[in-house]
T-cell receptor, first 112, second 113 residues
Framework: SAVISQKPSRDICQRGTSLTIQCQVD?????MFWYRQQPGQSLTLIAT?????????ESGFVIDKFPISRPNLTFSTLTVSNMSPEDSSIYLC?????????FGQGTRLTVV | QQQVKQSPQSLIVQKGGIPIINCAYE??????FPWYQQFPGKGPALLIA?????SEKKEGRFTISFNKSAKQFSLHIMDSQPGDSATYFC????????????FGKGTLLTVNP
């Protein structure tokens, strides 16, 4: 199994600012995934982050809004840029070990 | 277009009851069907998963029933406990080592003492 640490666990941000969320895994993984979970809702995949290449974004998500870095096999960051109240959500980092997906505890973001 | 439909949205049972959560999928390429349990303030955690070559899988008090022809699968929780109160998500993917999970909308389960 993989242990995933996300920072920060929560934040309250002003609209128009940006927040970078960090995800650290205790083992090397090829692919990391970033999800958004809006209050009381399901998980929506934002992008898949590969080490050494650009992230692959899902429909409705763009790099300018959610830039992702993946500098090595155990770490990734997701930035939420130019935030608006609609970005208030839980952001989750995930990795895969064969078929099982592991999730971090999430970052609860509130934009005011 | 939602590829995995989950119901009910919420469910309340008494301790010892058997809550059942249902999911239906459309993509016949899906071949892995996990269930995740999420407590408030935590990330989802894998509970149990099934592949379409079996019709049922049990792990402790949790059972998945799978109907390939109907493209449906369900989670049963035997002898439910208040500690089972959580949000449950079904999911599906089309396999491979770099898959992407498609999640249902979730079911908020409350087990009353």
């Amino acid at each position: 199994s993989a242990v995933i640490s996300q920072k920060p666990s929560r934040d309250i941000c002003q609209r128009g600012t940006s927040l970078t969320i960090q995800c650290q895994v205790d083992s090397q993984v090829t692919m990391m995934f970033w999800y958004r979970q809006q209050p009381g809702q399901s998980l929506t995949l934002i992008a898949t982050a590969n080490q050494g290449s650009e992230a692959t974004y899902e429909s409705g998500f763009v790099i300018d809004k959610f830039p992702i870095s993946r500098p090595n096999l155990t770490f990734s960051t997701l930035t939420v840029s130019n935030m608006s109240p609609e970005d208030s959500s839980i952001y989750l980092c995930s990795v895969q070990d064969n078929t099982e997906a592991f999730f971090g505890q999430g970052t609860r973001l509130t934009v005011v | 277009q939602q590829q995995v439909k989950q119901s009910p949205q919420s469910l309340i049972v008494q301790k010892g009851g058997i809550p059942i959560i249902n999911c239906a999928y459309e993509n016949t390429a899906f071949d892995y069907f996990p269930w995740y349990q999420q407590f408030p303030g935590k990330g989802p955690a894998l509970l149990i998963a099934i592949r379409p070559d079996v019709s049922e899988k049990k792990e402790g008090r949790f059972t998945i029933s799978f109907n390939k022809s109907a493209k449906q699968f369900s989670l049963h929780i035997m002898d439910s406990q208040p500690g089972d109160s959580a949000t449950y998500f079904c999911a599906a993917n089309s396999g491979g080592s770099n898959y992407k999970l498609t999640f249902g909308k979730g079911t908020l389960l409350t087990v009353n003492p």
